[in-house]
């Protein structure tokens, strides 16, 4: 074990760049993070976020970072690693967990040790940015948290009894207030001079919950009800506020600016709540009075949007927990838009979507508040499929006795309904549809559609094979070496310890590139001295994002034997090689240095040769 504590003191240096003289630190890290990755199994964290499936050896399922509509993304229970092969990332489960809920490799630490019931002191363990970063965060947390409780106390002040008038005139319960938290901002308050003595002037500006006019600072929320908002941890990192008074000319809502710790497209209104709901779906709906009177009403399955349109992070948020969605909006003409387009991205997103439709009132909190919980859950209950929704609405847009209306018609439902669809199965059954709906032979369609829409979908494909080309840069020389020298480091840290003939195949001269060739340096030594390294504890030490990503590919390709793996590692050594002298060449060219030139090109011929008499 001391061996291994001091070559990771080695990937520390070499990976965080810490400066020497916090040695004493990475002790407490190292320590910590063997303890968790020898506690902690990778398909339990993973599989508490999104469902795993099991394809032989390994899990797979659809990527929470990324969208996707087949699964790319594998976990490796017997490396204790993930990979996706769609978005490019990888790591192990503390990885997993940073990128999951947006947290600092030290913070992810702490949530999985916590996880694992493992004590631990983690007041030394970080880098010097990774501690200030940490430290701004916590020091928001706690802000919030004491506005919370002021806010709170206020609501319930005799001064402030306009506050609670407008509670009971919405007809929120006291225990609902209470379990959400709902609290006030009277117009004269002293919080920011309260903060003050707590928190410094940075801390409360990075806030955002102060504005400054006339060289004054003053709270965003003054004279408005309080509802904070809170992440998927229970903790408050930002508020909403509406404005109690009807005579106010302010707009009626007023949200948290997106913080350090907040960001509006990242976040979900009572899901916090709604997570641990036994239902198989999520309630989407517009704002906070919505989700806190179906609440109110037993519908704990609700969250809410704030104030913008939903995004694929947000069908990522809902993924993890749910695969089902209910889309419940205003019932108005931008609401039924918003449906729509919402409903698009969360079934591009692999949920399966319905919306909900409510008639007789503007919104879900008048719908339930008039017409009871049952009326809406039968409303839930009859919610349509989101393609036979939008297939609905189309068809409200036309007159289908008329011959003109119905061509536009016909071409507008193979435009919106008939191309998205990428499922053929699902595609007859909406030609199917479409013959009914118009009278028009089944096959009339199919022909058709075929016909005037081949062009189109090759459009379409070119469109995407050109975003797929832009989104993946040529590689330069570079960039190939780099990849391959991860690829040969991966291979080696894996087979060295179960071959001597792999031990011995490689030395520091095969790298190139000084980070990739200090880490294999660490690994041979550790090799050398019978230390068997943990492929998941390795990439812990690995802060370079394209070099992980890299690591967990390349192993997840996996070799069966010794021998195919010997010979993997002899191409890329070549590969590499070459990659190498290329680069020397263009560095000789530069200084016209004839005689390396001419040295280079030579080898190059030689490796050249080398390999093509391989081939034979
Ligand atoms: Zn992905």
């Given at each position: 074990m001391k061996n291994v504590k001091r070559y990771f003191k080695k990937f520390v240096e070499i990976n965080?760049?810490?400066?020497?003289?916090?040695?004493?630190e990475h002790d407490v890290l190292e320590r910590i993070v063997e303890q968790v990755l020898n506690k902690v199994d990778i398909v339990d964290i993973v599989s508490s976020y999104i469902p795993l499936k099991r394809v032989g050896v390994n899990f797979r399922a659809l990527c929470p970072f990324h969208s996707e509509k087949t699964p790319s993304f594998y976990v490796s229970p017997a490396k204790q690693i993930f990979h996706c092969f769609g978005c490019g990332v990888g790591g192990n489960v503390i990885h997993f967990v940073m990128r999951m809920e947006n947290l600092t490799f030290t913070e992810a630490l702490k949530v999985l040790a916590e996880k694992a019931k493992i004590d631990i002191?983690?007041?030394?363990?970080?880098s010097a940015k990774d501690r200030a970063l940490a430290k701004q965060k916590e020091e928001l947390i706690n802000l919030h948290k004491d506005c919370f409780e002021y806010f709170r106390e206020q609501l319930y002040l005799r001064k402030n009894i306009e506050a609670v008038k407008y509670i009971i005139k919405r007809r929120i319960a006291k225990d609902t207030a209470k379990r959400f938290g709902l609290g006030f901002c009277p117009e004269k308050n002293d919080l920011y001079d309260r903060l003050s003595q707590k928190y410094s002037k940075e801390i409360i500006d990075l806030s955002g919950i102060f504005l400054e006019r006339n060289g004054k600072n003053y709270c965003r929320f003054e004279g408005r009800l309080i509802f904070p908002i809170f992440d998927t941890m229970n903790r408050v990192i930002a508020f909403g506020g509406r404005i109690i008074?009807?005579?106010?000319?302010?707009?009626?809502y007023m949200n948290s600016p997106d913080t350090l710790i907040f960001s509006k497209s990242r976040i979900l209104y009572g899901l916090n709540i709604a997570k641990?709901?036994?239902?198989?779906e999520f309630v989407v709906v517009e704002g906070y009075m919505d989700v806190i009177a179906l609440h109110q009403e037993g519908i704990d399955n609700a969250v809410g949007v704030l104030g913008t349109a939903l995004t694929q992070d947000h069908s990522f948020l809902l993924r993890r927990y749910k695969n089902e969605v209910v889309l419940c909006l205003d019932s108005d003409e931008a609401g039924k838009k918003a449906a729509i387009r919402s409903a698009d991205i969360l079934y591009q997103n692999g949920l399966m979507v319905r919306v909900m439709e409510l008639e007789g009132a503007k919104d879900p909190d008048e719908y339930i508040k008039r017409f009871g919980k049952d009326a809406f859950l039968l409303k839930k209950q009859n919610s349509m499929f989101v393609i036979d929704y939008k297939v609905k609405e189309l068809k409200?847009?036309?007159?289908?006795?008329?011959s003109d209306q119905k061509f536009r018609f016909v071409r507008e439902y193979f435009e919106?309904?008939?191309?998205?669809?990428?499922?053929e199965v699902e595609r007859q059954e909406y030609i199917k549809k479409l013959s009914d709906l118009t009278g028009v032979n089944e096959n009339v369609i199919s022909k058709e559609f075929s016909k005037t829409t081949q062009k189109e979908l090759k459009r379409i494909e070119n469109i995407n094979y050109f975003k797929q080309i832009q989104q993946k840069p040529v590689l330069s020389d570079f960039e190939m070496l780099k990849k391959n020298e991860n690829y040969l480091l991966s291979l080696y840290t894996e087979w060295a310890p179960k071959s001597e003939e792999i031990k011995n195949l490689?030395?520091?001269?095969?790298?190139?590139t000084e980070d990739v060739k200090n880490i294999f340096t660490a690994v041979k030594n550790l090799i050398n001295e019978g230390m068997e390294l943990s492929y998941s504890m390795l990439l812990?030490?690995?802060?370079?994002e394209s070099i992980l990503f890299d690591l967990t590919s390349f192993s997840s390709k996996?070799?069966?034997n010794a021998d195919t793996a010997k010979k993997a590692i002899e191409e890329l050594k070549v590969k590499i090689k070459t990659l190498g002298l290329k680069l020397e060449l263009k560095a000789a060219q530069q200084q016209n240095d004839n005689l390396k030139i001419t040295q280079i090109l030579d080898e190059l011929k030689k490796l050249k040769a080398g390999r093509e008499g391989e081939g034979r």
């Open positions: 965080l760049n810490c400066p020497k003289k916090h040695e004493g002191d983690f007041s030394q363990s970080q008074s009807d005579a106010s000319a302010a707009p009626k641990q709901s036994k239902e198989n409200n847009q036309y007159d289908l006795t008329k919106k309904i008939l191309i998205p669809i990428s499922n490689l030395t520091e001269e095969d790298f190139y812990s030490f690995v802060t370079d996996g070799f069966e």
